[in-house]
């Protein structure tokens, strides 16, 4: 119970680094799409994507999801009992993490399609859903932070 601010600011820290990651990946394909298959710059692009995707984003997102773990055993054991995890709050926050790991992984593989140079999806597709895992966070942080529901 005493480690609980501790475990909380590096679960927020892990998942500042994640989204930083995800919001990031999409604005490279943007720029990625522009350029011809098999040029410097798709070679360049290919290897920031990769170190982006594979030295960032995925192990913030594995300690992001061990920390909010860590959190809701905390919580579930000592906090508020396991009924929280029924709350709207809660339900809309997890809802959120599934579709923010959903994107994650819907990037890798768009990240494997920019690899063997059949990406179809065009630099204003990329531009235009930049934004939606920082809507998601949006949404997951008010529910949580005013416990919309009770």
């Keep these: 119970m005493n480690n609980y601010d501790l475990v909380r600011g590096l679960h927020i820290l892990a998942v500042i680094a994640w989204m930083a990651g995800i919001m990031y990946l999409p604005r490279l394909f943007a720029y990625h799409a522009a350029v011809p298959v098999g040029s410097e710059m798709d070679q360049t692009f290919q290897t920031m994507e990769l170190k982006l995707y594979r030295i960032i984003m995925g192990p913030a997102m594995i300690v992001a999801l061990l920390l909010g773990l860590w959190l809701i ?15 709207p709050w809660m339900v809309t926050k997890l809802s959120g993490v599934v579709f923010i ?31 939606l895992p920082f809507i998601a966070a949006i949404i997951m942080v008010l529910a949580v932070t005013t416990e919309f529901g009770g």
């Design 101 to 131: 790991i959903g994107w994650h992984h819907f990037l890798g593989a768009a990240r494997k399609k920019f690899v063997s140079g059949t990406n179809t999806r065009s630099a204003r597709f990329w531009k235009m859903t930049n934004e």
């Design 73 to 87: 055993w905390i919580d579930g054991e000592f906090r508020l009992g396991w009924s929280f995890l029924g709350k």
